[in-house]
């Protein structure tokens, strides 16, 4: 089992940055991501690393502005958000798994998810 817990997120206006933790706790995952849903419309991937920082990916419409990354020693994924934009207003969630291939921003592949913390960026 893996629990997750997501903080820093908040309100900030277009151009700005945050930067979000999740803290991980239990057993530790091969594979962690973070996915966002913004209200009304579908959850969606926005980063995926391996636990051992060496294969990340990325979608689209975040890359070159987000970037994922994991410290092993404090538990802890990290996404660091620049460039923010109104359309990044999401409920941002920590997802892991213990699958034994990369899985990406494969929803399905990813059991153990925190709570959310809420991202809200102004024009």
């Known amino acids: 089992q893996v629990q997750l817990a997501e903080s820093g997120g908040g309100s900030v206006q277009a151009g700005g940055s945050l930067r979000l933790s999740c803290a991980v706790s239990g057993d530790t995952p091969s594979n962690m991501a973070w996915f966002r849903q913004a209200p009304g419309k579908e959850r969606e991937g926005v980063a995926a690393?391996?636990?051992?920082?060496?294969?990340?990916t990325y979608a689209t419409s975040v890359k070159g502005r987000f970037t994922i990354s994991q410290d092993n020693a404090k538990n802890t994924l990290y996404l660091q958000m620049n460039s923010l934009k109104p359309g990044d207003t999401a409920m941002y969630y920590c997802?892991?798994?213990?699958?034994?291939?990369?899985?990406?921003?494969?929803?399905?592949?990813?059991?153990?998810w925190g709570q959310g913390t809420q991202v809200t960026v102004s024009s």
């Open positions: 997802a892991a798994t213990n699958e034994t291939w990369f899985t990406a921003l494969y929803q399905a592949a990813y059991p153990y």
């Open positions: 690393i391996t636990i051992d920082g060496n294969t990340k």
